[in-house]
């Protein structure tokens, strides 16, 4: 049965190169660039405690159902949905989650692309020492970066061809070497980052700001941003891990490794918040900045650091290849599943998805220049694929995986995929699985899409 299949498409060497390629996936532009904006958009220590509660109440066990359909389907998300669904008798509308995880991530990976450009152009600006020292100065070099559509263009298509290239490669091949050296690597550098922050910077009220809850400023519409949010950081809810996972040997355990990415990467983002809040505070830099939050506040302190020119140009190397270990993993389960149903090469399929993104990219882009004018809803086009990959497709991604999981799936299918079923662990994750996860997300949806006020009303009259 399951546990005998064998993947098309490779297999990683051991668990460790699993836990690495994971980590790669889930650590990237969503720990060091969004979480520390979103949280200076949202309120700050109310909306972190919000967020680290969504990662381990229901990410972490959505992660472990998504790779687990992975490793049992060994193939791409929707062929793997179409073939359990088919095992258990079920409808063969479920491969409707992997249809909506294709278009989530072509929609991510347009506009994570640009972001990944903005740090490749922030390698060059270390190099050439353009990184400003003040806070003025500081905005004026990124403005001069987002204003300018050629630039952007350049940098997206760098970083887009950088993609393209490992996953034409076979990401079992491509992706093992990077990440073992690169992912530590960047943990040490962050961690460098965070005691120069702490000690240059305001120290008391980045803390104060990230870790005193103040309830009052969490809104209800930051809810469903939070929940977003761990789905982004964690890579969940578009079957970029189910593709991992079916790449999974089946001796690896799935919690215990779900447990390890989920740790690791909470850490990251604390880790950037810590590194970014303390120049913020220090520098008068508005928390609510936006997404250039990031870009603005760090090169500040490279370009008052000794040795910043270096540091910078290293940190931004790593924050590059962290978004490029993210990019692949949002690109690869489109490309398998081309690979699989239209028989053509890896090459080639990795080439026409990758050219589809790279133009959808060119209109998210245009949003912060030549097309800033339209802005349907108060959101321009950069805007609008954010908020939807990530605040509506993401959570529903993810409470379909719950729920086809949590209620559909046989006990036999669970019982072989987690090696037994007796463990207390295991009933805590299937008690989070099949009510907390799919509750906690409806809710969340209901509360701020205002559909709240709809159904009171509702049963009040
Ligand atoms: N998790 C990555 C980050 O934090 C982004 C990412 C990679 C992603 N693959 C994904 C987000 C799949 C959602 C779904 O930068």
């Known amino acids: 049965m399951g546990s005998t299949r064998e993947s098309l498409h490779g297999q990683w060497s051991s668990k460790w190169v699993f836990i690495l390629a994971a980590a790669g996936s889930a650590v990237g532009l969503g720990n060091i660039w969004r979480f520390p904006y979103v949280t200076g958009e949202n ?29 049992r389907g060994r193939r791409s998300p929707i062929n793997a949905m179409r073939l359990l669904a088919s095992e258990d008798g079920l409808s063969s509308g479920w491969t409707v989650i992997g249809y909506m995880g294709i278009f989530s991530g072509f929609l991510i990976l347009s506009f994570y692309s640009v972001v990944a450009g903005w740090s490749l152009a922030y390698i060059s600006y270390s190099v050439s ?52 050296i690169l992912m530590p690597l960047l943990f040490v550098s962050l961690i460098a980052m965070v005691i120069y922050a702490l000690l240059v910077g305001d120290a008391y009220k980045a803390l104060t700001y990230l870790f005193y809850p103040d309830f009052s400023k969490l809104s209800l519409d930051a809810l469903i941003v939070a929940v977003g949010q761990a789905f982004f950081s964690l890579s969940l809810g578009m079957g970029a891990l189910m593709i991992y996972g079916s790449y999974l040997p089946q001796e690896v355990s799935i919690p215990s490794t779900s447990v390890i990415v989920g740790l690791v990467d909470s850490l990251v983002a604390i880790l950037a918040g810590l590194a970014i809040f303390p120049i913020v505070f220090g520098y008068g830099l508005e ?9 603005v506040s760090l090169a500040i302190a490279f370009a008052n650091m000794p040795f910043g020119d270096i540091f910078g140009f290293v940190f931004f ?15 690869e389960p489109v490309v398998a599943w081309l690979i699989e149903t239209k028989d053509w090469s890896r090459p080639k399929s990795s080439l026409l998805s990758g050219g589809i993104i790279w133009m959808m990219g060119l209109a998210a882009l245009l949003s912060f220049n030549e097309w800033s004018e339209f802005a349907p809803f ?52 299937y008690v989070l699985v099949k009510y907390l996860a799919p509750l906690g997300v409806t809710l969340v949806f209901i509360e701020s899409s205002g559909l709240r006020g709809v159904i009171l009303g509702f049963f009040a009259s």
Request: hydrophobic share 55%; aromatic share 12%; proline share 3%.
């Open 43 to 71: 309120g700050g220590g109310a909306f972190v405690l919000v967020y680290l509660v969504c990662i381990f109440l229901i990410g972490i066990p959505v992660m472990i159902a998504e790779l687990m359909i992975g490793r």
């Open 129 to 180: 020492g353009d990184l400003a020292s003040d806070l003025d100065s500081s905005r004026a070099v990124f403005e001069a970066l987002t204003s300018s559509a050629p630039r952007l263009a350049f940098w997206h298509t760098l970083f887009m061809c950088l993609v393209i290239f490992v996953v034409s490669n076979g990401v079992t091949r491509g992706l093992e070497r990077a990440v073992k």
């Open 287 to 295: 928390v609510s900045e936006g997404p250039g939050l990031v870009f």
């Open 317 to 331: 190397m790593l924050l590059s290849i962290a978004a490029w270990t993210s990019a692949i993993s949002l690109l």
């Open 378 to 429: 108060g959101k321009n086009i950069f805007d609008w694929a954010e908020f939807v990959s990530t605040s509506v497709l993401l959570p529903a991604g993810g409470l379909l995986i719950s729920i086809f999981v949590g209620w559909r799936l046989s006990m036999f299918t669970l019982s072989e995929e987690l090696n037994g079923l007796r463990s207390s662990l295991y009933k805590a994750w």
